[in-house]
């Protein structure tokens, strides 16, 4: 079991024995639990790979040993006894390897994969015997691209959810799309899908569009796909140029007659950058027209620019296919190239590149130049040579940081390596650690017991605290005014590989019994910025009755005031709400500020206990007499309550403080606003002819006698 991997009792010990047959464990499958004496489990991993064996996680009916070490995992021993499968010690698995011969049935299963890769290639010779030529000529991966569905490495299910997509495509067309299917895609006109690069998702594409009868069309990111290119140069009305000109007397290559329908492949949707503006949103509102299938293919589903693609798509995602799915194609390309590699080489390379089968055949294509041949040294070197560099999650990190064979005595990682897995994710595997490291069973402390052991673990979590502690003073000191980055290396061993090395062990990760937890700092620091925001509109409002500053308020008053407004409400219910809201008037505070003084509570008054102190009842009689009452506001914004008031021309500009009126000024406003109308009356207005004084019935029924006579 993973979770008792802390290192050998005694290292070097034992001699791994020489095997005449380098293969002498091939076709054969191993698991491996519990602590070796002599080897460690990633030694031992490695000598069962070297010799052509393949070792798996979990035990199972086709598991041909198990070796089993001290302090075995339960769930392998219930496993091997359930499945009646035999078991090895750390001798007996040297031993086998001494003396076990390879398995006739592995290399008559190779030569017959050989003899049928052979055949293939010679009836593609016969059809046209140009083709052998073209071939070689070409790159690996797109001569050995996979021509059958039997043939695509992992994904088999997806594949052929893809397929009955694009099979039921004329089906779905006539419903309107409103038959979800078995699968329920046939309401979707695209399907968008998403994984890792060199898994197959294009090949796949093309295959099944291929084997639907379909004309696939595809535009990747070499192909300008900007807004009034997708509109223009896409035809949605179900129609292909190879279709109109040559009808069905031509077939494609993958031998299926070309029709008049077309398939659009719309390759790495998650490159469309600014060269492809407005793109996507094309894209989506083609999709929602289109009367051909729309296939999207892309590498990462979460990427921000493909959300309005989510809406209008069926998502397909496809997974590293394993080494095992893969092995059988790359031997038996291999073979056909007269290579000789063992499986165990071959899953080397897969694992070093990540299952990217591109890139394994173009290892493989590579080498092909220089030699026939690759031992599984040369595989571990190429591998380690064309590795590729992935990130990985805070939870990865912090599983193998805290996992116990990061810091065993056997492990292989330097200081560097360690620093590495920091800089996965610089901002979030501190707080991972900080929020993980006592909950693993430290390596350090198995071999004690009773209250040394105890005292031992306290010490170790003391010396893991201070070095978090050390790591806050640096990462201070990296994002402060000064901002040091230069010290991120320092803040990556003291915030988390000094604390790690203390606290290694059973983990999460490793069959430990406490599970791994997201960093709860992240969800109280935005609580206590959302709080403090609120407590600064607390005291704003408050300032017109009290002289308190942020903290005052919240170390003195709150509590002084929780008595007079939480406290009546909690013990005589609905009819103390009237007080309460009289006292709130007092301080003008309003019903969210009262949320606000119950939520910073603490102890006996925690907002938890004090929502569940106060009835239903009295709540909704709470809100609803405060919000059918008017309260005073503490201070208020003209244009909140209408219009702003116009400044009057008359009074000039302002004057200045210095020419401000004293007190004692007289001041004969009465005589100035009757100079003022006098002024302003239109009588004085040499512009406006004011007619000579008539009664005002006169004046209203001559002014109807000219309107009536004009018109």
Same mark, same amino acid.
């Given at each position: 079991?993973?979770?008792?991997?802390?290192?050998?009792?005694?290292?070097?010990?034992?001699?791994?024995?020489?095997?005449?047959?380098?293969?002498?464990?091939? &076709?054969?499958?191993?698991?491996?639990? &519990?602590?070796?004496?002599?080897?460690?489990?990633?030694? /031992?991993?490695?000598?069962?790979?070297?010799?052509?064996?393949?070792?798996? +996680?979990?035990?199972?009916?086709?598991?041909?040993?198990?070796?089993?070490?001290?302090?075995?995992?339960?769930?392998?021993?219930?496993?091997?006894?359930?499945?009646?499968?035999?078991?090895?010690?750390?001798?007996?698995?040297?031993?086998?390897?001494?003396?076990?011969?390879?398995?006739?049935?592995?290399?008559?299963?190779?030569?017959?994969?050989?003899?049928?890769?052979?055949?293939?290639?010679?009836?593609?010779?016969?059809?046209?015997?140009?083709?052998?030529?073209?071939? =070689?000529?070409?790159?690996?991966?797109?001569?050995?691209?996979?021509?059958?569905?039997?043939? *695509?490495?992992?994904?088999?299910?997806?594949?052929?959810?893809?397929?009955?997509?694009?099979?039921?495509?004329?089906?779905?067309?006539?419903?309107?799309?409103?038959?979800?299917?078995?699968?329920?895609?046939?309401?979707?006109?695209?399907?968008?899908?998403?994984?890792?690069?060199?898994?197959?998702?294009?090949?796949?594409?093309?295959?099944?569009?291929?084997?639907?009868?379909?004309?696939? $069309?595809?535009?990747? /990111?070499? %192909?300008?796909?900007?807004?009034? !290119?997708?509109?223009?140069?896409?035809?949605?009305?179900?129609?292909?140029?190879?279709? #109109?000109?040559?009808?069905?007397?031509?077939?494609?290559?993958? +031998?299926?007659?070309?029709?008049?329908?077309?398939?659009?492949?719309?390759?790495?949707?998650?490159?469309?950058? @600014?060269?492809?503006?407005?793109?996507?949103?094309?894209?989506?509102?083609?999709?929602?027209?289109?009367?051909?299938?729309?296939?999207?293919?892309?590498?990462?589903?979460?990427?921000?620019?493909?959300?309005? !693609?989510?809406?209008?798509?069926?998502? !397909?995602?496809?997974?590293?296919?394993?080494?095992? @799915?893969?092995?059988?194609?790359?031997?038996?390309?291999?073979?056909?190239?007269?290579?000789? $590699?063992?499986?165990?080489?071959?899953?080397?390379?897969?694992?070093?590149?990540?299952?990217? $089968?591109?890139?394994?055949?173009?290892?493989?294509?590579? #080498?092909?130049?220089?030699?026939?041949?690759?031992?599984?040294?040369?595989?571990?070197?190429?591998?380690?040579?064309? =590795?590729?560099?992935?990130?990985?999650?805070?939870?990865?990190?912090?599983?193998?940081? !805290?996992?116990?064979?990061?810091?065993?005595?056997?492990?292989?990682?330097?200081?560097?390596?360690?620093?590495?897995?920091?800089?996965?994710?610089?901002?979030?595997?501190?707080?991972?650690?900080?929020?993980?490291?006592?909950?693993?069973?430290?390596?350090?402390?198995?071999?004690?017991?009773?209250?040394?052991? $105890?005292?031992?673990?306290?010490?170790?979590?003391?010396?893991?605290? %201070?070095?978090?502690? %050390?790591?806050?003073?640096?990462?201070?000191?990296?994002?402060?005014?000064?901002?040091? #980055?230069?010290?991120?290396?320092?803040? @990556?061993?003291?915030?988390?590989?000094?604390?790690?090395?203390?606290?290694?062990?059973? +983990?999460?990760?490793?069959?430990?019994?406490?599970?791994?937890?997201?960093?709860?700092?992240?969800?109280?620091?935005?609580?206590?910025?959302?709080?403090?925001?609120?407590?600064?509109?607390?005291?704003?409002?408050?300032?017109?009755?009290?002289?308190?500053?942020?903290?005052?308020?919240?170390?003195?008053?709150?509590?002084?005031?929780?008595?007079?407004?939480?406290?009546?409400?909690?013990?005589?219910?609905?009819? @103390?709400?009237?007080?309460?809201?009289?006292?709130?008037?007092?301080?003008?505070?309003?019903?969210?500020? #009262?949320?606000? *003084?119950?939520?910073? &509570?603490?102890?006996?008054?925690?907002?938890?206990?004090?929502?569940?102190?106060?009835?239903?009842?009295?709540?909704?009689?709470?809100?609803?007499?405060?919000?059918?009452?008017?309260?005073?506001?503490?201070?208020?914004?003209?244009?909140?309550?209408?219009?702003?008031?116009?400044?009057?021309?008359?009074?000039?500009?302002?004057?200045?403080? =210095?020419?401000?009126?004293?007190?004692?000024?007289?001041?004969?406003?009465? /005589? =100035?606003?009757?100079?003022?109308?006098?002024?302003?009356?239109?009588?004085?207005?040499?512009?406006?002819?004011?007619?000579?004084?008539? +009664?005002?019935?006169?004046?209203?029924?001559?002014?109807?006698?000219?309107?009536?006579?004009?018109?």
């Amino acid at each position: 079991m993973k979770a008792a991997r802390a290192g050998p009792s005694n290292p070097g010990s034992k001699e791994i024995p020489v095997p005449k047959d380098p293969n002498c464990l091939a &076709g054969l499958s191993f698991v491996f639990t &519990g602590e070796l004496s002599s080897l460690s489990r990633d030694e /031992a991993v490695e000598l069962a790979k070297r010799y052509g064996g393949r070792v798996v +996680g979990q035990p199972s009916s086709k598991t041909s040993y198990v070796v089993v070490g001290a302090d075995a995992g339960p769930s392998k021993l219930r496993a091997i006894e359930k499945n009646k499968l035999r078991t090895l010690d750390e001798d007996g698995f040297l031993n086998l390897i001494a003396t076990q011969k390879e398995q006739e049935a592995i290399r008559e299963s190779a030569k017959e994969m050989e003899r049928r890769e052979k055949q293939a290639a010679k009836q593609a010779t016969t059809a046209n015997p140009t083709a052998k030529v073209s071939a =070689e000529n070409q790159l690996w991966t797109a001569r050995y691209a996979p021509q059958t569905l039997k043939e *695509i490495c992992g994904n088999k299910g997806q594949v052929e959810k893809l397929q009955d997509w694009l099979s039921s495509w004329s089906s779905s067309l006539k419903s309107g799309f409103k038959k979800p299917g078995k699968n329920g895609m046939n309401i979707y006109r695209a399907v968008m899908i998403t994984g890792p690069p060199g898994i197959g998702k294009t090949t796949s594409a093309h295959l099944c569009a291929k084997l639907a009868g379909f004309t696939p $069309i595809e535009l990747n /990111a070499s %192909d300008a796909r900007s807004k009034k !290119l997708v509109e223009n140069s896409t035809n949605i009305m179900n129609t292909s140029l190879d279709g #109109w000109m040559h009808g069905g007397n031509k077939t494609n290559a993958a +031998g299926v007659t070309i029709t008049d329908k077309s398939c659009l492949i719309m390759d790495e949707v998650d490159g469309m950058s @600014a060269g492809d503006r407005g793109g996507v949103g094309a894209l989506c509102a083609l999709i929602k027209k289109t009367k051909i299938p729309i296939i999207c293919i892309a590498n990462d589903r979460g990427a921000q620019k493909l959300k309005p !693609l989510l809406n209008v798509t069926f998502n !397909l995602s496809y997974k590293r296919p394993e080494a095992a @799915a893969i092995r059988s194609r790359i031997l038996s390309i291999a073979f056909k190239e007269k290579m000789k $590699i063992p499986a165990n080489v071959i899953d080397q390379l897969v694992l070093g590149a990540q299952s990217d $089968i591109r890139q394994v055949l173009n290892m493989l294509s590579t #080498w092909k130049l220089s030699s026939s041949t690759m031992d599984f040294d040369e595989g571990k070197t190429l591998a380690k040579m064309n =590795e590729k560099y992935s990130v990985m999650t805070p939870f990865g990190v912090t599983n193998k940081m !805290l996992g116990p064979q990061m810091f065993s005595p056997t492990s292989r990682e330097t200081l560097g390596d360690k620093i590495e897995l920091y800089f996965h994710d610089p901002s979030f595997v501190p707080l991972f650690i900080q929020e993980n490291y006592l909950k693993t069973q430290p390596s350090r402390i198995r071999n004690t017991d009773g209250p040394e052991k $105890i005292l031992k673990h306290l010490e170790l979590m003391s010396k893991a605290a %201070d070095s978090i502690s %050390d790591g806050d003073i640096v990462d201070s000191l990296i994002h402060g005014p000064n901002q040091y #980055w230069s010290l991120m290396p320092l803040h @990556a061993v003291c915030s988390t590989v000094r604390p790690a090395s203390f606290l290694y062990g059973m +983990g999460a990760g490793y069959g430990g019994p406490n599970a791994m937890s997201f960093p709860q700092w992240l969800g109280q620091n935005s609580k206590q910025s959302k709080l403090s925001r609120q407590l600064t509109d607390v005291q704003a409002r408050m300032r017109l009755k009290v002289s308190g500053d942020k903290g005052e308020i919240r170390q003195s008053y709150i509590p002084a005031l929780f008595p007079h407004i939480v406290q009546p409400l909690m013990d005589q219910g609905t009819s @103390a709400v009237d007080d309460v809201i009289e006292v709130m008037d007092e301080y003008f505070l309003t019903r969210e500020d #009262w949320d606000t *003084i119950v939520e910073l &509570g603490v102890g006996d008054r925690a907002d938890t206990i004090v929502t569940k102190s106060i009835t239903t009842a009295t709540k909704t009689a709470f809100t609803k007499k405060y919000n059918s009452r008017d309260h005073p506001v503490a201070f208020h914004k003209a244009e909140n309550l209408g219009k702003a008031p116009k400044k009057l021309a008359s009074l000039g500009p302002a004057p200045d403080l =210095e020419e401000a009126f004293d007190v004692d000024d007289e001041v004969v406003e009465e /005589a =100035e606003e009757k100079e003022d109308d006098s002024d302003d009356s239109p009588e004085h207005d040499s512009l406006i002819k004011v007619p000579k004084g008539k +009664g005002k019935g006169k004046a209203a029924a001559g002014a109807r006698g000219k309107g009536a006579k004009r018109s």
